[in-house]
């Protein structure tokens, strides 16, 4: 999901730009998802491995809130010519909304993804003026309100920080407090310090060409903040921690996960993540999702998910 996390233009002249998302202390009620063509604007490289496309919608689309993801499909699909692909082709991709507004009758939905499949590696080869398949806003969103508690830390890994810039735009535009915290392999793999809303990131990488070196988890102990709500999203085994982590310094802790999001509606089961409460039960991530609370997985259940028809938490999965 990349292009402009901030300063986004408009998708057409005309019209002022308008908040995506209620103003404090009003109801954020999810928008009903609905599919639309969707008219590809900009689609461009924002760094090593990770791309940025913005997406042309109708003015009355959504809004999406951030957290929530929407749910792409090829047009024309790619054909079936691999043995025991099993239709993965035609299988929908989530992406979470990394940048949303609307100006006038338009409205402009930014991504950011990385070329990692089939599907995706088709998506990264679209021009301006092509169309995609578009159904959302989808599952839920990160908790904003009012009565969160401050500051609001943002911890993403890798392309994990997908949905993270929608929400720090809309915490910046509401003026809360909030820290960014963004863990990757290497400085190119990470976005540009200017396409990042809000108060300077701290950063992490694995080779220490950026940053602490590290993860980002170590990056986050090492500011030892004592409180402050956490929105997290990034790889299966970095959440883990982090909800460990989180729990024993009784630090409230969302996080948006990923799973093989078939229908994007709760309806085929492919999803189904293991369930704290009841014991033994499940969550389907794409509808009770993709941000849960922490506590509600049972995370000693939940091993790392199978390998995603397109990996990537907030990027496709």
Known sequence: MNGEPRGMRAAAPGGALRPAVPSEGAAALPAPPR??????????????????????????????????????????PLRETEPGCCGSGLARRPFS??????????????????????????LAEARPGESIDLLGPLGTAFPL????????????????????????????????????????????EAPPAERIPGPPVHRSTDDGSLGLRGSVLDLLAQA??????????????????????????????????????????????????????????YLWACRDGAVLPAQALDWGRWGAPAAPLEPGCGGEA
């Not at 729990?247 to 993540?273: D, K, M, Q």
Request: aromatic fraction near 8%; hydrophobic fraction near 45%; charged fraction near 15%.
């Open 145 to 188: 309100a009012p009565e969160a508690a401050e500051p609001f830390l943002l911890v993403g890994g890798g392309r994990g920080i997908a949905p993270l810039l929608f929400a720090a735009a809309e915490l910046a535009r509401a003026k809360r407090a909030f820290e960014i915290f963004h863990g990757t392999r290497t400085a190119a």
């Open 35 to 76: 599919i639309e063509p969707a008219g590809i604007i900009a689609n461009r490289a924002l760094a090593s491995g990770i791309r940025w496309i913005d997406l042309a919608l109708p003015g009355d689309w959504g809004p999406p809130l951030p957290g929530q993801y929407v749910s792409l499909a090829l047009d024309p």
């Open 224 to 281: 030892a903040p004592r409180t402050g709500t956490i929105l997290a999203c990034g790889p299966h085994g970095m959440l883990a921690a982090l909800a460990a982590w989180a729990e024993e310094r009784g630090l409230p802790c969302w996080v948006s996960i990923e799973e093989n999001f078939g229908c994007g509606l709760g309806t085929c089961g492919g999803c189904a993540v293991p369930a704290a409460d009841p014991p033994g039960g």
């Open 97 to 122: 909304v990394s940048g949303f507004e609307r100006a006038g009758a338009h409205a402009r939905l930014a991504l950011l993804y990385a070329p990692v499949g089939r599907v995706t590696r088709r």
